[in-house]
């Protein structure tokens, strides 16, 4: 298992130098905070085929995968939405395929084409934001076959990615934190009407889904 250690600021490089490292399978991060005492944070950047599929606390599975697409899919928080995804669970609790489950999801409607790429591109590029350029830390990268097995997209490249998220503007060489979460300005429909989430960024951009995205 490669393990590497990061200052602030290194770890877009580190990415970038040893992305051929990264197959298929969780790169482990461990951050540091600003107090000592605190410990670290973890983040899981999960791999597929070297392309970034997914980025949370924890490797890739149905419950944070529906919480994060939750975030970006308003739909998902229905009451309505949630007893039927409960019960979709319950039916493939065996299979315990993501797939599957995402496939049959959106049968009933809860997530439209083009949805499920989308709210996983920014789901990538808010903890980009959150992360990627200045915290130092820890990483290693854990090869796990069974991600090729449950992937639900292609994944996507590191660089378009790179470029869409950007670190803070410095004044006189200090950071200006920002007051909101970074987010990307973006509209959905949630089948019930458009919902507009506009959130600040840390570039200042605007989002368009991307054409770089490629599904499987």
Known sequence: MSHFVFAAGELAPLLRQQGRQFSTGYLHLHLKGGDPAEGTEPWVLTYYYGRLLFSADQPLNPQILLKRLSRFIPRLNLEWSQRAIRVLQERLIKDNSLPELLEAIAQLGLIKPGELEDALWLNL???????????????????????AQEAPIGGFELEPLLQEAAPPPTIAGRSCGWPFPPCWRCRWSTGIGSTAIALPTNSGKSYTPSPKMASR
Not at 125 to 147: K, M
Request: proline letters at 0%; aromatic letters at 18%.
């Open 125 to 147: 590029l808010t903890d980009f934001d959150r992360y990627l350029f200045e915290r130092a830390g820890t990483c290693s990268f854990e090869v796990q076959e069974r991600v």
